[in-house]
C-alpha cells in the first residue's frame, strides 16, 4: 500500500510536466500580446517591444519554458506579466477563498444528494423520488448563471433576506454556496439513486433477505456499501471540481476567488498566471484522484491496491 | 473539460460586455445638488469601480478605472478646470512660466504642501515621479506621453538589463527634468509643445515620496506605502474585492466633504443595476441593456442624468489595399450609412458622430464638417465614378471586429446599410479581441476593414489628430498626408491658442474628406445618482465622476 502510494506520487511530477508543456505551447500559440489588450488604445511599437524584451517574452518559446520551469523548480511561479503582484500571491490570496465556497458546497451537496439518493431509490415511483429526479433534471439542465441572476433578483432585491452579492460574512456565502451546490447536487442525486438501484438488484441482496435480515441492516451493510463504489469515485473529480472555483459564480457575486482569475488571464495572455493555475488545478484534480484511489481499496476488498 | 470550455465562452462575452459599459466616463451636468439636508460631516459613499485594478502605479497605470484611482489619491502640478477643460493650477501655485521659444517651463509650487501622512512635498517628490516615468526599469506603459521632453525617450527605450549603471545614470541626467530647489521644477521639452499644461495634469507626473517607494519596493501601492497628496487616501484594498478611501484631512484646498469612499468591485452590469435598486451603490453607471427598466420607471427616470463622452469610434478601411486605396470608395463607404438611425436603433446611448473626428465638450469638435454627411445618392455617385466601379473586389470584402455581441450589432447594422445603400455586401469577421488587437497594430496585417475607438488622455486636440493620424504616431491606416502631417505638427507649435485651433481644424477637415476612416458615434452615458448624493461636477473626461471636484462631493443622511 504504502509503495503503491509513493509510487503514485512520483508519477505526479511527469504528469504534471506533461500537463505544463501542453498548457506552455497552447497559451503561446493563442495570437496576442499580454502587454497591448484593448485595441482602441494602442501602445507606440516601442513600448510593446520594451516591455517583451523585459519580460523576455520575445525570446524563443523553448528558452521561455526552460527558464521557466528552472523557477518553478525553485517553486517561483514568477509575477503576473499585467498584475503588480506575483503569481503566488495571487494564488495565495484568492484560492483560499475558492477553496472554502468549494467545500461548503461539496458538504451541502453531499447532505442533501446522499439521503435523497438513497430514499429515492428505496421507495421508487414515490413521490419523494419523483421529486428528486426533478430536482436532479433543473440542476442539470438550467445554467448557474441564469439561477444566479434570478436569486439575487428573488432573494436579495426582492425579498432582502441576504446581502446582493460580495463576500465576507456567512449571510454573503450563502447564495454561492447554495447554487454552486445545486449542479453537484443534481449529479450525486442521480449517481447515488442509480447505483443504490443496481445494488438492490444484486444476487447477494437476495441472498441476504432469504436469510432473513432485517431490513435495515441489508440497507445499511449490503446495498449501501456497494452503492457507495460508484459516489466515491465521482467525489473526487467533483471536489477538484468545486474547489478549482466557479467562475461564473465568482463573477456574478464578486467573489474574490481564483476562478475569476483563471479566465480572466487566459483572456489576456498572462502567461505566468495561466501556467500556476493551471498546475495548481492539475495537482488538485491529480491528488483528488489518488485520494479516490486509496479509499477505493478501504471500501472494496475486490480492488485491493497492493496487488 | 465541457463545461470549462463553455465557462470561458461565456466569460468571455461576459468580460467584453462589461468593459463596454465601463468604457464612456464623463458627462457634463451642472454640479448636481443632493435634496434637501446638509452633507453629512461622516458621510460615506459606495460606488462601483467594476474590476480590480491591474496597477495603482501612477508611472505605469493606462487604463479608465486605474486613473479613477490615481486621481482620488494624487494631484498633479495642474488640474482641469471642468468647464473649459483647459490646464489650471493644482499643486502649482500659479500657471507656468514658458520661455520664448516654448521649450523651458518652470512651475512654482503652492506654499506649504504636504503628503497625506504630513511630511512636506517639494518639487524633488514631482522630479522623482515625472523621472520614474521616463525610466526604463519601471515599466510604464504610458510613458510615451512624456517623450516630449528632452532625453526621456532615449532614457525610456534603453534596456535596463543591457546598459551599465554608468550609462543609463547619464540618460537620467540627460533628461530634462529638473527641481531647481524645494519649490520650483524646469522642463526641457525637445520642441515647442502648447500643449505641455495639459500633459502635466496626467498620472504620469504625480509626486511620488521616496520612503515609499524605498519601504514598499515592488509592492509600494498597498495602503501602507501609497501615499499620495490629493483629496482622498487609500486606506485598505482587499484584492478583487474593494478598495476604501479616507477623506485626506490635509489636503490643501480644505477637509473634503466625504468622510469616506468605499469602492467595490462588481463586475457584472446587471449586479450592480440590481444593487444600486437596493441602495448598496450609491452612483452606477446605466448600461444600454437597463435604459428600458430606467426610462419606465419614473424614480429611476428622476435619479438619471446625461454624462458625455470622451470616445469617438470610427469605421477603418485599409487604405493601402484595393478598392480603399481610391479616396472614391474610401467618401462612398462612409456617406452611405445613417449615423442618426445608428445611434437611435442600435448604438442607444451615444452621439452621432456628424462633426469629425474630436467629441463634443473637447477642444476642437467641429460641429459644421460635413464631409462624411450621409447621402446615399452622392455615395453611389462617388461609387460609380471610382476606380473600382463594378469590379469583383467591391464584394464580399472581410469586415474584421473584436468579437463580442455588441460589436456584433452595429457590424450588422453597418453590413445592411452598405448593402441598402450602396448594393455591396460586406462579411463580417469577428474574432478573439486579444487577437484583434495584434491585428490592428501593424500595417502588415491590418485587416480590409475593421472598427476602432479613440478616448481622449488630456483634452487637446493634439491627442487626437498628431497621436492617432500623423504618420509618424499610431496611425494604422495606411492613409498618410503630407499636408495633413504638416498642419498637425505646425498647430502642435503653436503658442497662439486660436490660431493652433484654426490650423487643427484645417487638419481635421482633410481627415475627414480623405475618409481613411468613417465615424461612427460619440459615445455618452447615462449615470443614476441617489437623491441623497450631491456636489458632483462631471466633464467628459472624467475617470470617476467628479474627478476635479472629487472634494466638493458629499452626501447627506441616506434617506
Redesign the interface.
Known sequence: MLTYVVRRVLLLFPTLFVVAVIVFALAHA????P??????????????E??N??YGVDRPLYEQFAMYMGNLVRLDLGRSL????TVAQ?IG??FPVSAQLGLQALFLALAIALPLGVISALRQNSAIDHGGILLATLGTTVPS?VVA?FA??LF??NL?LV??????TPKHMILPTAILALGATAFLTRITRASMLEAIRQDYVRTARSKGLSEQTIVVWHVLRNAMIPVATIIGPATA?LVTG???IE????I??IG??F??S????DYPLIMGVYLLYALIIAVANLVVDIVYGLIDPRIRVSK | MLTRALALLVAIALVTAACDTQTGPGPVAPTAAAEGGQPDPNGELITNMGSEPDTIDPHRASFVGEIAVIMSVFEGLMTLDPKTLKAVPAAAAKDPVVSADSKTWTFTLRDGLKFSDGTPLTARDFERGFLRTCDPATLGDYSFVLYIIEGCEDWNLMDPRKATAAELAAARGRTGVKALDEKTIEFKLREPAAYFGSIAYMWVGMPVKAESLEKGGEQWTEPATYIGNGPFKLVEWRHNQEMVFERNELYWRGVPKLKRWTRVMYNEGAVAFAAYRANDLDVIGVAAEDLRVVESDPELKAQASDVSGSCTFYVGFNASKPPFDDVKVRQAFARSFDRVSYVNDVQKLGTPANGGFIPPGIPGHDPNDEEQKFDPAAAKGLLAASTYAGQQVLQNMRFTYSSNARTKTRVEFLQQQWKTNLGIEVVPDPIDSTAYAQLVKSPETLPLMFILGWCADYPHPQNWLTTVFHSGSLSRTGWTNPEFDQLTRQADQDPDEAKALETYQKASRILSREAPVAWLYYDAGKRLTKPWVGGITTTPIDATFGQFRLWEIYVTKKG
Open positions: 493563442a495570437p496576442g500580446s502587454f497591448d489588450p484593448n485595441p482602441d488604445r494602442p501602445l507606440p511599437p516601442q513600448t510593446v520594451r516591455l524584451r523585459y499585467v498584475q503588480d503582484r495571487i490570496q484568492q448563471f441572476i439575487i433578483y436579495g432585491l432582502g446581502p446582493l452579492v460580495g463576500w465576507g471540481a466557479s467562475f461564473i463573477w456574478f457575486f464578486a474574490p476567488g475569476r482569475e479566465v480572466l487566459i483572456n489576456r495572455r
